[in-house]
């Protein structure tokens, strides 16, 4: 069989999988932020090809057309093929399009709705083939996947993002890039409730170093005030959107609410879950099936609604050694085992 790297394309992350042989050798994530030019994905592009070499075939999804810096979602599925296209040849690659399959360049632009942030579906439908039901949860770092499985197909009644926000199916709230003033907009201190700042000042990846839950290789953007990632610079942030000084509480007290800005994402997600779980597509047996940085959400959701866990990357045909990224980047491993 020929070697093949499958591609998820973000708007803040690249990520890769190389696959032969029907076996996941290796998968990489790299921060590549889209919004400051279709350069960096080049950039990001080249830099994984350097470590994985030139396989036979590429297959790509993608969630990055929704950039700002595309007029229109159609422009930015056009400008991606066509930057991909560019990077390996025509040829050589395929374009994943939800229930069309996949697609040579020119048919992924023409079904530029069905290629557009089809990241989900490929994820969904790679796992079906190993759990004939489930509902799949794949916490990222700024979205929220719940894709119900029956019958070993994804059964989701959305499929753009704008459907799968009005379904439940997509929450947009992640463990990294998720600012904290969309979790809340007040939160309890020292025994009352305050209003909170409307800024960046902090965002979900300071909570989840705090709670020692995110992995240091899975925290690849910078702080939102460009400063360190310890826990003294988490607390300062998150005093920052209560309008003060990390002096003016404990660390205990400050740790604390964290945990309140935990709890609200939470709540979210489990609204997502609920949502999915009236719809009547799964049973009370259905296991959950956690993916991406945030899969120790998933545990949690898990344990509230009372079904069984299991993870993405206990399904994937791979060593130990790459097992937990392949969980990490649950669509580009997908794709380049459909393809």
Known sequence: MATTIGWDIGGAHL???????????????????????????????????????????????????????????????????????????DTAIRFYAGPLGFVAQEAAIANWERVASANWHASAAWIGRQVAEALLIDVGSTTTDIIPIASGVPVARGYSDAERLETGELVYTGVLRTSLMALANEAPFAGRRQRLMAENFATTADIYRLTGQLAPEDDSYPASDGRGKSAEECRARIARMFGRD??????????????????????????????????????????????????????????????????????????????????????????????
């Open 246 to 339: 990390a002096s003016a509480a404990s660390d205990a007290g400050w740790n604390s609410a964290a945990g309140y800005f935990r709890e609200r994402q939470l709540q979210l997600i489990g609204e997502g879950v609920a949502q999915l779980r009236s719809a009547g597509h799964i049973s009370a047996s259905a296991p959950f099936v956690a993916a991406g940085a945030g899969h120790f959400l998933v545990t949690e959701m898990a344990r509230r609604f009372g079904h069984p866990i299991t993870h993405f990357a206990e399904h994937v045909p791979t060593r130990d050694s790459v097992r937990r990224k392949a969980g990490m980047c649950a669509p580009a491993v997908a794709v380049a085992l459909l393809v």
């Open 15 to 89: 990520k890769a999988a190389l696959v032969k042989d029907g076996e996941v050798l290796a998968v990489e994530q790299l921060a590549c932020p889209l919004w400051l030019g279709v350069d960096h994905l080049a950039d990001a592009w080249q830099t994984v090809s350097a470590k994985f070499g030139a396989p036979g075939r590429h297959a790509v999804t993608m969630t990055g057309e929704l950039a700002e810096i595309f007029p229109s979602r159609e422009e930015g599925v056009r400008a991606i093929c066509h930057a991909a296209g560019q990077l390996v040849g």
